[in-house]
Every structure is written in C-alpha cells, then in structure tokens.
C-alpha cells in the first residue's frame, strides 16, 4: 500500500521559515520523480518543486530563490525548505510522487503565512 505523509506545516509569520517533510512508503521510492504541490482556497492545485529521481529541480516561478525541494532516499523522505515566507505563500501543500505509470498523492499539510 502506497502511502505518503506530509508533515511540518503550521502558522508562521511573514518572512519566517518552514520545512515541510513528505515520509513514503510502499514504493521504490529512488526511482520515482517528487513534487510538492500547494491550493489556496478557490484556487486551482499548482506546482510548487519538483525534484526528479536523478535529482534535477525545478521551481515555480512564485517560489524561486526562496524554497528549496532535496530528497534522501535513504529515508524515503522528501523535504521543502520556505524560506522569507510570504501571506500568498498560504494554502494546503501537498506531496506528489510519480513516474510514467503512477502517480500517488499525500493527504497535504497546511501552511498558513500571517501576522
């Protein structure tokens, strides 16, 4: 069974800092392709990080220079650094995992940015 949990969300004030963790298991997870994904309320799921089994990244252009998406595939973990948080920062992060056959999602944590 497939699972993926995230963890590490909360309020922090604007500019503060958080690091979110994806935990999965159930999978091969060295092989497969991570993302993290973030919805604000009314809007649509968007693509936050992603990080490839080869471990190339990729960054949205809201969160470049800001965040930062590793992984360790000794603990089938993947991790999203938020640096300078800002409020359009808020909304449920989710984790992603993929390849060319599945693709499975967490249950999301939320992140709420505010003074």
């Known amino acids: 069974q497939v699972q993926l949990v995230e963890s590490g969300g909360g309020l922090v004030q604007p500019g503060g800092s958080l690091r979110l963790s994806c935990a999965a298991s159930g999978t091969i997870f060295r092989i497969y392709n991570m993302g993290w994904y973030r919805q604000a309320p009314g809007n649509e799921r968007e693509l936050v990080a992603f990080?490839?089994?080869?471990?190339?990244?990729n960054y949205a252009d809201a969160v470049k220079g800001r965040f930062a998406i590793s992984r360790d595939n000794a603990k089938n973990t993947v991790y999203l650094q938020m640096n300078n948080l800002k409020p359009e920062d808020t909304a449920v992060y989710y984790c992603?995992?993929?390849?060319?056959?599945?693709?499975?999602w967490g249950q999301g944590t939320q992140v709420t940015v505010s003074s």
């Open positions: 990080i490839t089994s080869g471990g190339t990244t």
């Open positions: 992603n995992q993929w390849n060319t056959r599945n693709s499975y």
